[in-house]
DNA sequence: ATTTAAACGAGACGGTACGTCACGTCTTCTG
DNA sequence: CAGAAGACGTGACGTACCGTCTCGTTTAAAT
């Protein structure tokens, strides 16, 4: 396969710049809020040149991304490869993860860029793409095989779907962050984790009824 | 009470003006997609001023918010009083409910300028406020009412939260249909309303367990 | 004829941000000189938007034309229909105006800016011609019509071609001008008057000999 | 003396880049036109690196003037000693003269470029400097030494200041080439020499009446 | 023939200015 | 007097070049 035709030489990237940028644009995502974050302001804060913003990266949102990577790579081991905990309570561990998450997402140093990054991915297709296949895919695949542990190990029913299990699980806490208007909480978690365990019916009238 | 000192006297509001400008940013909202919606092309379509706009509604998003909410009340009866359908049977009915939603928003008429709105809204504060106490509250009550009626009929455990109950059902669809890529459908409706109500976790250790 | 279909509606345009854009052209030609001048200094300068002065010039130049223009218009009478002063002397009468010119192009405040147009002038084919209708013809005409009396009154030769002539007394100066080391002298304007007027030949071998 | 410091060493200069550049400033001058000719675009045709350019010369304009000083010196013998020609009938070989020059002023060839280097001459100073002492003075020189010869042989006024004359005879040409709408023609040559020969002035009224 | 120091191509970088688009405010004219 | 039309100051967009600065890679003079 040829190269890209016109693609810019990775190799002679200036990494002190990168950094500056991609601190710069959390910052700023924290600071302006999701909106008012600009190309501009980004490259005069971290002293760079527009033009070295738009040789590597295709937009604002793809900025915010790496940024946003950047962070959590910061040091940790290698994401892809990482797994939920298994201390064999599936229930505990559940909380234990919606807990941490609550954790980052009422931060505001990581949840305000995260904000802008969503916003950005909800109206960028192509930064959705991305967002997909580097953070929520590999993220799913994470909690699927966690559910499905759990599923083999007799604590989850046999006829679940595990992307719906996920769904069930981790889709309240995302929609409360995006759109609720109190913060998030570890009792909600503990909620969520508790009541789609359990499921919404009265005991009598389970599964074997639907 | 005196009326207020600048507020435009809505008596004298143009009403085809009005119509022409929700129904342009409606199109526009399709056409050119959730970004580049812009209030200069709202006003030019529509044929009107933009000072039109800005005299009537605070920002973007309140022009594209009322747009939609003229669609649903399009002859339709008041949306505050009505309520989800109950049959007794509370898994057919939250199916039938959520296969509406799903048919809304896949159909793209209605979609676009949905999604439209969903990044306004989470961008702009001041239109979140607006968006939760005249759209979310109400569907929110409506849902809970339903809910509270099955738990009341024994076909809700009595110690869910209903809140939490209705997070479960809704949350994983209107995720599912801003970020997931593939589209929305019945199935999926279906077995995220099974799985709510029945619970991931084996029959045999429910509730009681927790 | 149906009015332009796009042109901006001139009845509109606001004067004094029309006169400020003229001075601040002015004022930095001459302050950062013929090349440095740009559209985004003058409209920092004037404090008027960018989209302003592209709205009403197509160009850099453009601008500046238009402010040496309101500088010769200053209060005087038109130029269209002005003359050359014809005392009935035409060496001294062209003298004068030589002078005049001489004394305009040392002036730095004159003279920078009109050197940034006519470099414009060469650069730009579309203003060269505005250039050429709106200022270089009308003189054009007024020396001929000065030279054509003169003509007519015997002081010149009736078979010069007083195209030829203009261009012999009016063109050395303005090439000593553009490229000359030295600044311009009233001497060299009365010496290229006198020797336009007298020739370069022997009295013994003229005229008739060619 | 010891070598500058920072001087580039000339006999390592690269003659095949060197020409490279030298034709790619000339098409490109041509080409693009008297504005839009950028260093870049000269080094990317010259398949040449930028910093070569910056290495060897000053400036754009400094580009240019060498492209077409390499033109002329074309395997011709040195300019600095050449002579105008000298038959004894100075009328006829200035037209001779003005003519030849007309014709270069006429092929696009060579005018265009050469029109992009005027307009580097004006707007750049240090360029201007240059210009002058390897090109213009030398070209005065040798205009004035054609005239003092003709002085000397009597067929010029031993009164006129060959200066004078000489911008007399050149002057319109240059001016009519830069700022006229049609192009240059040899009878406008033979037209300014005749009537630059014989004067403006009535046979009755001349030289002694000043 | 080998060394070695420069000139070279390539191109990333911090900048400046370009010309365009949309913002939200304003003013003028029309129905 | 609401509304259309649109000029205005503002600010960000994405692009083109500027002139400087490394990077390896030739390449030609000095060993």
């Given at each position: ?101 609550v954790?980052?997402l009422t ?66 806490l995302?929609n409360k962050w995006l759109f609720g208007p109190e913060p998030l909480t570890h009792a909600y978690a503990?909620a ?19």
């Amino acid at each position: 396969m040829p190269p890209q035709r016109k693609s810019p030489d990775a190799t002679r990237r200036s990494q002190p710049t990168r950094a500056a940028i991609l601190t710069a644009a959390l910052e700023l995502a924290g600071e302006v809020g999701y909106a008012r974050l600009s190309i501009e302001g980004i490259a005069a804060r971290a002293g760079a040149g527009k033009q070295t913003i738009y040789r590597w990266w295709p937009s604002k949102g793809a900025v915010l991304f790496d940024a946003l990577l950047a962070l959590s790579d910061d040091g940790s081991a290698d994401d892809a490869t990482a797994d939920l905990p298994n201390t064999g309570d599936l229930a505990a561990d559940l909380k234990m993860v919606l807990r941490a998450t609550v954790d980052e997402l009422t931060d505001p140093r990581l949840s305000d860029p995260m904000r802008a990054l969503t916003v950005e991915v909800l109206a960028d297709p192509e930064l959705a793409q991305t967002w997909r296949t580097r953070l929520d895919e590999p993220m799913r695949a994470m909690k699927t095989r966690r559910l499905r542990a759990a599923q083999e190990a007799g604590d989850l029913a046999p006829d679940v779907d595990l992307a719906v299990a996920a769904d069930l699980v981790w889709g309240p806490l995302q929609n409360k962050w995006l759109f609720g208007p109190e913060p998030l909480t570890h009792a909600y978690a503990d909620a969520v984790v508790d009541t789609a365990l359990a499921g919404l019916a009265q005991a009598s009238r389970r599964r074997s009824d639907t």
